[in-house]
């Protein structure tokens, strides 16, 4: 199961939609707008992500609003973005 949480974590857009939900719930047009991606891929990710667990949803007049399920998962992204962070800093990328 903890690879698969992290194999999820392993891409870009799912990651980043992750990271922009550790800052509060959103709907799929903000998400959208943080991680540059087109809104089909956006929900397609979102809804990986929402089967494995990771962020619920919550129904808001029309909208779908999206949040993380785990407040674990919140220290998770935050610990591999360090990580990343202290591996560019120690290779000068």
């Given at each position: ?7 999820l ?11 922009a939900?550790?800052?509060?719930e ?21 809804a ?26 919140r ?12 591996r ?6």
């Open positions: 199961m903890a690879a698969e949480v992290l194999a974590l392993g891409d870009r857009t799912r990651l980043t939609l992750l990271h939900l550790t800052e509060g959103a709907d799929v047009t903000t998400l959208t707008e943080v991680c540059g991606a087109a809104r089909p891929a956006v929900s397609q990710h979102l990986r992500l929402r089967l494995a667990g990771l962020v619920t949803t919550r129904k808001d007049g029309r909208r779908v609003v999206y949040s993380l399920r785990h407040d674990h998962l220290r998770l992204v935050d610990e591999a973005l360090k990580v990343a962070d202290h560019l800093t120690e290779t000068g990328t």
